[in-house]
């Protein structure tokens, strides 16, 4: 069965009152005007003062946003709660903002999930926060439809596309067919895929990300963690969903952080692994992991949805430690999190909201690639955590290092892999 939710009660309010206007109070100005932030400014006073409402604070969110593409000196403003004395704003005349601010509220981006599910800890429940964040800044509407099956992806697709959702996200490498066909029949509406950089169409854009960059840093600590917890046979491993290239970039760059351990230190951290071919099989994970911690496994990645963090579970019944992926999973692994000593941060959530964001002011980059790096921010190794005091301060030194060094492209994370 599908699931199927929309998100916040702000928009669904909006949606009961509509049509009211929320110009109702008065007197608004009719042109449009430039404004300079104040101490003690707010989005909300600056709309009432010049706009006769509050409630229109967001037309002079999108307004100013999107001047400043074109002018520079105008602020982009990331977070509706955050502006600062000497920023540059574009405050709308009534008419427009009343247009703006309708826009807004009839504007609708719908998520598919992949199979791993919406509540998978990782992946998919952090790319609908970015719908969410996104909903609560603006003030749209956003819902997400959840597969259950790989069949369901352009039913599921079909069915957001059918009932005018502007912008639909498609979360995922293995929904990259199923967009292209639905893509070309709705060639009106914008399609955001994560994890898949091959479309060109002019309605799709590609979201995808450097996980290399950031997972080799993190399997070079676990490396130098595994060495603590295990001087005698140290062994790092991962227990991986469905053999695909977004699965595996995180994995070879893993490895190839362990080896540049090895090569500096003169050490022999051995790495191991298994693929069980399903993001959604926890309990798969959990045996393979026991095996693998049977076999010397002493640090395990679950890089896999659900399934991966059956490994991590596996990690901490056995007294062994965890790396988890996507998010930073100490705070989505609440009984595992003692053991986790990092995170590779893939920051969905971030890049779903910019494209949003993007899609919004006019610039949906169709055709195009939005690319997550370490340059940028958008990959990283995350917190250490409980696990703070116990890396030693030369591997945090080396770490920086080494992020350095992806950067400039004097250290090779081993992705792509050499044909």
Known sequence: MRKWTLVSMLVLMSLLIAPVSVFAAGPPQQGETEYTVQLDDNLWNISEKYLGTGAAYRAILLAT???????????????????????????PGAEEAEEIMASL???????????????????????????????????????????????????????????????????????????????????????????????????????????????????????AMADILDPAGPVVAYIGGMQIPPVEQFIVAYE??????????????????????????????????????????????????????????????RGKWGVGVDVDQYYTLPNEKDILVTSTLKKLDAAVFGTISDALEGYFQGGGLYIATLANGGVDVGPFHDFEDMVPQNIKDDLVTIKKGIIAGTISTGWPVAE
């Open 256 to 317: 190839a952080g362990v080896n540049y351990y090895n090569e500096k230190y003169g050490k022999s951290v051995g790495f191991t692994g298994v693929y069980v071919g399903d993001f959604e099989a926890p309990d798969q994970g959990k045996t393979q992991a026991n095996s693998l911690i049977d076999e010397g496994a002493d640090i395990i990645m679950g890089v896999g949805g659900k399934t991966g963090n059956g490994g991590i579970a596996a990690a901490k019944e």
């Open 65 to 91: 946003n999107i001047k400043s593409h074109e002018d520079d000196t105008f602020a982009y403003i990331k977070d509706k709660s955050l502006i600062y004395p000497g920023q540059k704003l574009l405050v």
């Open 105 to 223: 509220q009839n504007f609708k981006v719908g998520m598919v999930s992949d199979v791993g599910g919406i509540d998978d800890a990782s992946f998919n429940e952090n790319t609908w926060k970015g719908l969410q964040d996104a909903a609560e800044q603006w003030g749209i509407q956003a819902a997400f439809i959840e597969s259950q099956a790989q069949a369901d992806y352009e039913a599921n697709m079909t069915e957001f596309a059918e009932q005018g959702y502007d912008l639909i996200i498609p979360v995922g490498f293995l929904l990259g067919d199923a967009t292209a066909k639905v893509a070309e029949q709705y060639p009106d509406t914008h399609f955001a895929i994560v994890d898949v950089g091959w479309l060109e169409a002019p309605n799709i854009q590609g979201i995808v990300f450097n996980v290399d960059e950031a997972s080799f840093g993190v399997g070079y600590v676990a490396a």
